[in-house]
Structures are given as C-alpha cells and as structure tokens.
T-cell receptor, first 113, second 112 residues
Framework: RKEVEQDPGPFNVPEGATVAFNCTYSNSASQSFFWYRQDCRKEPKLLMSVYSSGNEDGRFTAQLNRASQYISLLIRDSKLSDSATYLCVVNMRGFGSARQLTFGSGTQLTVLP | ETGVTQTPRHLVMGMTNKKSLKCEQHLGHNAMYWYKQSAKKPLELMFVYSLEERVENNSVPSRFSPECPNSSHLFLHLHTLQPEDSALYLC???????????FGEGSWLTVV
C-alpha cells in the first residue's frame, strides 16, 4: 500500500464547477497534513495546511478525517488558473519533524473554458 | 522572488561528466532538502540536512553526493550518472521545528 494515495485523475471540469480531491494515508501517527499545488514544469507550492477541524481559504476547503485516515480538498467556482496538479502531503514522522514529508503522486486538474 | 534559488536551471551532462547543483535559501531556515521528481512518479526525498548535519539519506546511489557548508547553502555533486537519473531536482528548506517546506524552482537534469 502506498504511504500517501490520491485519486489518479485527471479531472477535467468546466469553469465554475466544484471539484473535490481525496487522499488517504497509511500512518495513523501522522500529525501534519498539507495540500501543495504544482503547475506544469514548476516547483510545488504550499496551497494550504489541513487542520483537524477543517479549514477554508477563499474557494478552497480542506478537511481531515483521522479515523478514516482521509484528507480532502474542495475547490468551489473553479477558475482557469486553478489548472494544476494538486499534491497531498503528509508528515509521517509526526508533528514538528519536517524530515519525512511524504508526497502523493498528485491529481491533475484541468479547468475548461 | 523565490526564497530558495537553484542553479543551474537546466543542465545536460554526459555519463562521464562531473557537475554540481547549487541551492541557496534566504528564509533563515535551518533544514534543507534535495528531492527528485521523475515523470509520472511522486516526489522522492533524497537527502535532508538539519543544522548542517545530514540526517537522512534515502538509499541514494553514491553517484549523488550532497554537501551542506552552512545553513543557507546546499550542493548536490553529480558524477558518472545514468540516463535514468534525468529528472527535476528540487531543493527545499524549512524551519527545523516547522512543517512547511519551501521549494526552489528546480534544476532540470538530462543525462545523455
């Protein structure tokens, strides 16, 4: 089983659509969770951290279900500029240790005009 | 302007060459990383330096040799590479007790 597993994608959605990505992780001791965004041929950039109570940043909502070891990202009112690969990232060593950030393979999103 | 800069951005090298990738971070972080990203594969952690000491080496072949002279600079020395080593090499940094890492723009390496 992969340590961090994501929807394979690709997701092709029209502008204005709502799209959701899922991610599961294998280590129940994991404490820190993130979504990164990677544009084509660019470096990954932090999109948002994921908190236990769920958190929102504009059109983006992240949720965590520790019991199911499941993380989600919801994008509302998709824009063309949201087209990218979204990476689920889990700290497998626990809080305070950035040494073991494990990346999922990513889910590719294309927002169509 | 990125807080983590990498040079060169693109590198083509023969299998017998020796070259180095350079990374510099301007964020005051005390941990630095090398990641490898190959096509259709997830990011692979190669090396971790914390307070200039190597704390992680994920079974990387010896043809890759990291060097961290201080907390702001990180090198990856390359020698006798193979074509399958062609990939995007990403440097990153973080604050030791934090969890978010910040990437440089990457060095595209092609081994011919």
């Amino acid at each position: 089983r992969k340590e961090v597993e994501q929807d394979p994608g690709p997701f092709n959605v029209p502008e204005g659509a709502t799209v959701a990505f899922n991610c599961t992780y294998s280590n129940s001791a994991s404490q820190s969770f993130f979504w990164y965004r990677q544009d084509c041929r660019k470096e990954p950039k932090l999109l948002m951290s994921v908190y236990s109570s769920g958190n929102e940043d504009g059109r983006f909502t992240a949720q965590l279900n520790r019991a199911s070891q499941y993380i989600s990202l919801l994008i509302r009112d998709s824009k063309l500029s949201d087209s990218a690969t979204y990476l689920c990232v889990v700290n497998m060593r626990g809080f305070g240790s950035a040494r073991q950030l494990t990346f999922g393979s990513g889910t590719q999103l294309t927002v169509l005009p | 302007e990125t807080g983590v800069t990498q040079t060169p951005r693109h590198l083509v090298m023969g299998m017998t060459n020796k070259k180095s990738l350079k990374c510099e971070q301007h964020l005051g972080h005390n941990a630095m990383y090398w990641y490898k990203q190959s096509a259709k594969k997830p990011l692979e952690l190669m090396f971790v330096y914390s307070l200039e000491e190597r704390v992680e080496n994920n079974s990387v072949p010896s043809r890759f040799s990291p060097e961290c002279p201080n907390s702001s600079h990180l090198f990856l020395h390359l020698h006798t590479l193979q074509p399958e080593d062609s990939a995007l090499y990403l440097c990153a940094s973080s604050h030791g007790s934090g969890n978010t890492i910040y990437f440089g723009e990457g060095s595209w390496l092609t081994v011919v």
